[in-house]
């Protein structure tokens, strides 16, 4: 089916008009995280989170510099509103990066502390980007150049991704472990709640510019679905590395350390709350 994105003068273009042409990529995200789901075992859900962290310090590096930088391009073509957003919004993406780097050395901690194997965060750092990552780069610079206005349609898609899919798929990956791993990834609990909040005020954006330019919509919808494409890709790659990690880890016996029941209890109970509390802020942050 042909979704229809020509604006006529009795059925103006809305937000739902591009949330509308957003459903096939949308669903074909879906359907390859569900895919996802399948594949990755168990043995290698750890593994996951460590290149996701890993992988994720190049993959968010230089967003506000590129936000930015489609703020400034959105204004000299005319966007003068939306390119104001884009370039105060750059600042709140600061430090992203860096959330992810100090996840890799608490990963990392993390198991060591329950295997008998060790592994460094060096191990980590050092491997070459994904080709996603590239990707991604590349989708934003060519953004700059060709469409600076649909910087919006990408954040607004990414973001979003933190109150339906993506705790999702975390919550699967960090089912199979123990609980005190929720506290290695200040990445994703505490970016789940503030991507709600970036997530309405983009919705809005967005809908104020397909009402004021609807010869836009097309390239909103195009660039938003490349975003996705891209970043299932990236999360793809991911569980590569993590299924190709396991033939070497697999067989690691964890540490046999006597603990109190009391302390284990205490631990999990304080891992679920901090699970839960960082979930609930990201639904609650939709409403």
Same mark, same amino acid.
């Given at each position: ?21 957003? =459903? ?20 290698? /859900? ?10 994720? +310090? ?12 489609? #703020? $400034? ?24 990066? !860096? ?16 295997? $008998? ?7 980590? &750092? ?6 996603? +990552? ?24 990414? $973001? &979003?991704?933190?109150? #339906? ?8 990956? *960090? ?6 791993? +929720? &506290? /290695? ?18 919705? &809005? ?9 609807? !010869?836009?919509?097309? !390239? ?17 790659? /991911?569980? =590569? ?6 033939? !070497?880890?697999?067989? +690691? ?9 009391? *302390? ?24």
């Amino acid at each position: 089916m042909t979704t229809e994105l020509t604006p006529t003068s009795d059925h103006p273009l809305t937000i739902d008009s591009y949330e509308t042409a957003m =459903e096939p990529a949308r669903r074909e995200f879906t359907q390859r995280m569900n895919a996802l789901y399948k594949r990755v075992e168990p043995s290698a /859900c750890a593994m996951f989170l460590m290149h996701y962290s890993a992988q994720g +310090v190049a993959m968010t590096k230089d967003v506000p510099v590129w936000i930015r930088a489609a #703020g $400034e391009a959105a204004k000299s073509k005319g966007y003068a509103v939306l390119g104001k957003m884009l370039v105060d919004h750059a600042g709140h993406e600061e430090g992203h990066h !860096e959330m992810m780097d100090r996840d890799i050395d608490s990963l990392v901690a993390w198991w060591n502390e329950r295997f $008998e194997r060790p592994m460094s965060s060096s191990s980590f &750092r050092d491997q070459a980007p994904l080709p996603a +990552v590239h990707a991604y780069r590349q989708l934003h610079l060519d953004l700059i150049e060709q469409a600076p206005y649909a910087q919006i349609a990408v954040e607004y898609e990414i $973001e &979003r991704l933190s109150t #339906g899919d993506g705790p999702k798929l975390f919550r699967r990956m *960090i089912g199979q472990l123990d609980l005190q791993v +929720v &506290r /290695c990834l200040s990445f994703l609990t505490e970016h789940v709640a503030i991507d709600a909040g970036h997530t309405r005020l983009n919705k &809005r954006s967005l809908g104020r510019l397909v009402a004021s330019h609807p !010869e836009t919509l097309a !390239e909103l919808v195009n660039r938003g679905s490349a975003a996705l494409r891209t970043y299932a890709s990236y999360v793809e790659g /991911c569980a =590569e590395l993590a299924t190709a990690s396991v033939d !070497e880890f697999a067989l +690691v016996r964890p540490r046999r350390r006597p603990r109190a029941w009391s *302390i284990i209890l205490k631990e999990k109970a304080a891992a679920v709350l901090f699970l839960l509390r960082a979930f609930m802020q990201g639904r609650l942050g939709q409403h």
